[in-house]
């Protein structure tokens, strides 16, 4: 990209724009639970990532335990177990070697502050205390939200001796909250929420743009984009999440791709997957098995149609081992049945044409 700048005024002089000019996609991927990956985990995962063109893992620092999602973790607890402001950093710590790890294969993370999910099961003090209703109202757990913001932008990594708030060459963006208010029972009160916490992050990101502030996405497409994001200026990237096959089209994504150019954000797909079973795409759960060569097609061709909106897409998720088929069954492993096609059309996707340029903030 740098490199066409230069060329750009003497291929002009030449009375051509080369395609080549355009800005390219990126493709992505989540896995929620990676501060609790051994080494070799990640050396599977980060290889088969890269082998899929793969440029940002999208992360959350929930605590996590247990065998999850058939992959063997090494346990880590809640940021805010019992008490606001009493910190077991350990995923932090974590995260320092995973995101300097990242980096040796060429890519980023997008850090989630926090999830929804931990309200609804109570996982962390700010379930406990506040639920998924008050927690976006009362106004000490807003003050609380904010120092915990500014605690995790503040972490220092020992691999480059920089705060996160600091870190671009290991993060991509950073977002609040997964998924937040994900019933939406209180719209004003969860855009006023968004764009507050939007702007904590850009505070503590101390004028620097080298890092992009985003949304942590809605339950599905129209919810994901409500119409004040367009307008808080704090937010850099808007992100869709994504599972009903008609939010897949690229004729209902490209209204709001000119919507976003408009506004000057920037969308992207942060979460979206292909069923496993023959349930429907946006209740994955239960159902039979589809065959694979199916799966196949469905993988492709809907990542086709997100590309050609010029939206980056992250997958939900790929993992470092074989599916284990638990509910919810979006995920596909490295090498696994229906890899192939995945890593196929991740690859394409990342040679697309992109409605935004990221250049700036990938390695
Ligand atoms: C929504 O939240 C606002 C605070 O932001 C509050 O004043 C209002 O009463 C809430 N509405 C409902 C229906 O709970």
Redesign the pocket.
């Known amino acids: 990209m740098k490199l066409s700048t230069f060329l750009a005024p003497a291929l002009l002089a030449f009375g051509f724009v080369p395609a080549t000019l355009a800005a390219k996609s990126f493709s992505a991927s989540n896995l929620y639970y990676a501060a609790g990956l051994t080494e070799d985990q990640q050396a599977t995962l980060f290889e088969g990532l890269q082998s899929a063109g793969v440029k940002v893992l999208r992360v959350w620092l929930d605590g996590q335990s247990g065998n999850t999602k058939g992959t063997e973790i090494n346990d880590f607890g809640a940021l805010e177990a019992e008490t606001p402001g009493v910190w077991d950093d350990t995923v932090l710590n974590r995260l320092d070697d995973v995101m300097a790890n990242a980096h040796g294969y060429g890519i980023k993370l997008l850090i989630s502050i926090h999830s929804y999910n931990a309200l609804d099961t109570k996982a962390d003090v700010y379930g406990n205390w506040y639920g998924t ?1 008050d927690f ?2 009362n106004t000490d757990a807003i003050g609380y939200f904010k120092r915990r913001i500014d605690h995790v932008l503040s972490h220092v990594n020992p691999h480059n001796n920089k705060p996160w708030s600091e870190s671009s060459e290991y993060i991509f963006a950073i977002e609040a909250q997964n998924e937040a208010m994900h019933g939406q ?5 969860l855009e ?2 968004q764009c507050n916490m939007a702007e904590e992050i850009k505070n503590g990101l101390k004028g620097s743009t080298d890092i992009l502030i985003s949304t942590g996405g809605g339950a599905w497409l129209d919810n994901s984009l409500l119409d004040s994001y367009f307008n808080c200026d704090a937010l850099d990237v808007l992100a869709i999440h994504a599972y009903g096959i008609g939010d897949f089209e690229t004729s209902k994504l490209k209204p709001y791709v000119k919507r976003a150019q408009d506004a000057g954000k920037m969308l992207i797909m942060q979460e979206w997957g292909a069923c496993y079973t023959d349930a429907s795409n946006n209740d994955c759960n239960g159902g039979t098995p589809l065959d694979a060569g199916t799966r196949d097609i469905n993988i492709k061709a809907w990542a086709a149609k997100i590309s050609a909106a010029g939206i980056p897409s992250f997958y939900w998720q790929i993992l470092p081992n074989p599916d284990p088929h638990h509910g919810w069954d979006y995920e596909v492993g490295i090498n696994d049945v229906n890899w192939d096609a995945l890593r196929e059309a991740s690859v394409a996707a990342g040679n697309t044409e992109a409605a935004f340029d990221f250049g700036h903030w990938l390695l």
């Open positions: 209703g976006y109202t029972e209180n719209v004003s009160a006023a929420w």
